[in-house]
């Protein structure tokens, strides 16, 4: 992957075999990529590198995140919920999600169109990293598997490993489960988790 965010905006992220070539989607949506990189700097965030992708911070904090997809190409609000959002522009960056925080784009000319409302949404995106206090997280609305809550009882620092994850990564592991059809797998799955739970990351990162 990149280490040095101008690479993106000339190569890619270098995380698959696309990179640096024209079939990148970095490449293909460049210029909508670099109108969402100008509105971030013009609002006085910090650009750097996290997971291939530019992620910009304010007040040490990660407040927005850049990436391309083939279909699309998106600006996702980081550690924000709640927000005040009149256009309706966030969306759910997938059917398992539970905060509304990405926004899509489709046409590089929609960068410019939408500007007062995107900038509208950093400054409170922005207003939240400054106060370094963890987004409000909302109760889990999936109920979880008995195995989980067995293994999570029996082994108390994968238990307090659990705990500190993230709603989202806690939910990735509840899907994962609820997804098996036997008791058999869901331990199976749960003894595979346990290095990633307790390295913090969730049940899709690498």
């Known amino acids: 992957m990149i280490s040095d965010a101008d690479h993106y905006f000339t190569k890619g992220c ?3 075999d696309r990179f640096d070539t024209p079939a990148c989607s970095a490449l293909q949506w460049a210029e909508g990529l670099a109108a969402l990189r100008a509105l971030c ?3 006085g965030l910090t650009e750097t590198v996290k997971w291939g992708h530019p992620c910009f911070m304010h007040e040490g904090r990660n407040t927005a995140l850049i990436g391309a997809f083939r279909g699309d190409f998106r600006l996702t609000l980081m550690n924000c919920a709640d927000l005040d959002d009149p256009e309706g522009l966030l969306t759910r960056a997938g059917p398992n999600s539970r905060i509304a925080n990405v926004i899509r784009f489709a046409d590089s000319a929609q960068v410019a ?6 900038r509208a949404l950093l400054a409170q995106a922005k207003a939240q990293a400054a106060t370094g206090k963890p987004p ?3 109760a ?3 109920a979880w598997p008995d195995e989980l809550v067995e293994a999570l009882s029996d082994e108390p620092e994968l238990s307090a490993a659990f705990d500190a994850l993230t709603p989202g990564r806690q939910r990735s592991y509840v899907i994962l489960l609820s997804s098996a059809k036997t008791s058999a797998t869901r331990h199976a799955r749960i003894a595979r988790s346990r290095d990633r739970i307790l390295a913090g990351k969730g049940a899709n990162e690498r």
């Open 14 to 16: 270098g995380r698959c």
């Open 41 to 43: 700097l013009s609002e």
């Open 113 to 118: 169109g939408r500007l007062p409302a995107l």
């Open 136 to 138: 409000k997280r909302s």
């Open 140 to 142: 889990p609305d999936v």
